[in-house]
């Protein structure tokens, strides 16, 4: 991707900063504020171009516009990325850089933790901003959203698909064992789920095979899990036209963002009979939670709200069926109502 993808993305605002003090590289993309600030976590990872860090600012933007619009939440759809490696490359004075960097859009994005920074940073980031969001819990740990959202999300598909209310032995393979994919795979190992997990980091599956009684595979085998879910919980692209004729899954519910390598692999998916819950509705958590931010932020109160992802995804994959569709379609048919209705009000 080059500068000129910028001239064919639907974005109102992509703006790039640099910091030679702090080595700061950053894009911030703001897709949509027809619904309110463009909310979007602040991305640190080591892309190998900035072409790839583009493309990557510019999905994640449109997800988040689409997330909120989907769930009626107050917010249009931002993302940032940070060129760099976040164990190498990380500091105070590039998380303060990043913060002012933010300040300076007055407020249109509103920056929350994401893949390579935390709700610590985003407290360390907030001294220079107040467009900042992400509040720890009294031990510095952000509240579970996302997790609790996508494991009602892979509830709702279970039921869609094998009209079943529990979890009991159902098979589900989680890639990715990070703050998400790990809080997930406790939550289904807690309902009974039968469990095959992957990730980069050995401690974390030899912990998953201890605590979890998980199935351990390497990362490269998860995609051909004989499973009914697999749950993507790790970075995007994970489904293109090499791996989808190898998946032995169902169903795909997870995570991640953006897990298409393009639209056109969900109508891939769906010809193949595998229903796909997409991503951006199932992982919706995150941003529920930065709605309820505010004096009286209550944890409880969070996800109780994530826990209508279920009848959200439900709703899409019986709507789907109904007009013999995937249910990306849908789901994109809805956001982009909302994002109209932004619009004319």
Not at 26 to 49: E, K, N, Q
Not at 313 to 326: N, Y
């Amino acid at each position: 991707m080059t500068l000129a993808a910028i001239d064919r993305a639907d974005h109102e605002e992509v703006t790039f900063f640099s910091d030679d003090a702090s080595g700061l590289r950053a894009i911030v993309a703001i897709h949509s504020t027809t619904r309110g600030p463009a909310v979007g976590g602040c991305r640190m990872y080591p892309y190998a171009s900035g072409a790839e860090a583009l493309r990557d600012v510019l999905r994640l933007a449109t997800a988040m516009s689409y997330k909120s619009a989907v769930l009626g939440l107050p917010f249009g759809g931002g993302k940032s990325v940070i060129l760099g490696d976040p164990r190498r490359d990380k500091s105070d004075a590039l998380l303060r850089a990043m913060g002012r960097a933010v300040d300076s859009l007055g407020g249109r994005y509103v920056m929350a933790d994401d893949v390579g920074t935390t709700v610590r940073d985003m407290a360390l980031v907030r001294e220079v901003t107040a467009h900042a969001a992400g509040i720890p819990d009294a031990h510095g740990f952000p509240c579970p959203a996302t997790a609790w959202g996508v494991y009602h999300g892979i509830r709702a598909v279970v039921r869609h698909c094998m009209g079943r209310r529990d979890l009991e032995g159902v098979r589900v393979a989680v890639q990715g064992l990070g703050s998400v994919g790990g809080t997930l795979a406790a939550l289904l190992a807690g309902a009974g789920a039968r469990l095959t997990v992957t990730d980069l980091r050995g401690e974390l599956l030899l912990r998953a095979a201890d605590e979890l009684h998980a199935t351990t595979v390497a990362p490269e085998a998860i995609l051909r899990a004989d499973v009914d879910v697999l749950a993507p919980c790790a970075m995007g692209d994970v489904f293109n036209d090499a791996t989808i004729p190898e998946l032995r899954c169902r169903a795909v519910a997870g995570g991640a963002n953006n897990q298409l390598s393009d639209a056109r692999h969900a109508v891939a998916l769906w010809r193949r009979g595998i229903v796909y819950a997409p991503d951006y509705v199932v992982n919706a958590g995150g941003v529920i939670d930065v709605a309820h931010e505010g004096a009286a932020y209550d944890p409880a109160e969070v996800l109780a709200e994530c826990e209508r992802i279920y009848d959200v995804v439900l709703g899409i994959l019986e709507e789907a069926d109904r007009k013999d569709t995937s249910p990306l379609t849908i789901a994109d048919a809805l956001a982009e109502s909302g994002l109209r209705k932004g619009r004319a009000e």
